[in-house]
């Protein structure tokens, strides 16, 4: 059975590699385009992994990372940040927060399977 991804990023853009990328390596990907979009669609859709932006409006993907690890059945879901921030301290704050592994804007596609293998290991099928 496929792994299900949420790819959250207010980007358009972005998503659509994303999806792509997971959906060519055989993963189903969800989309939402900001925190309060994702927590919604969490309520009724199950996921194996998710891949967060860091800036968004209305919620940002630490308050999501926070909010979700305190969520019963995602306290301990695997989680990409993926983000053009590189500031030592903002990945402190995300590990802090949760976070299982981030990858920095923007991504080759190889380098996004490889976090996402390595975080959430069992294959796609």
């Not at 990907?29 to 409006?57: F, H, W, Y």
């Not at 209305?58 to 301990?76: D, H, S």
């Amino acid at each position: 059975m496929s792994k299900k991804v949420m790819a959250v990023d207010d980007s358009p853009t972005v998503r659509t590699v994303l999806k792509s990328t997971l959906t060519d390596a055989g993963y189903i990907v969800v989309e939402a385009s900001n925190g309060q979009e994702a927590m919604r669609m969490l309520e009724e859709c199950k996921i194996d992994l998710l891949v967060t932006d860091l800036n968004m409006p209305k919620m940002n993907g630490l308050e999501l990372i926070r909010a979700l690890r305190k969520t019963p059945g995602y306290r301990f879901i695997p989680i990409i940040m993926l983000t053009s921030e590189t500031q030592i301290d903002l990945k402190t704050e995300g590990r802090k927060a949760g976070a299982s592994g981030w990858v920095t804007k923007p991504f080759c596609p190889n380098q996004l399977l490889a976090v996402t293998r390595m975080v959430c290991p069992e294959k796609a099928a």
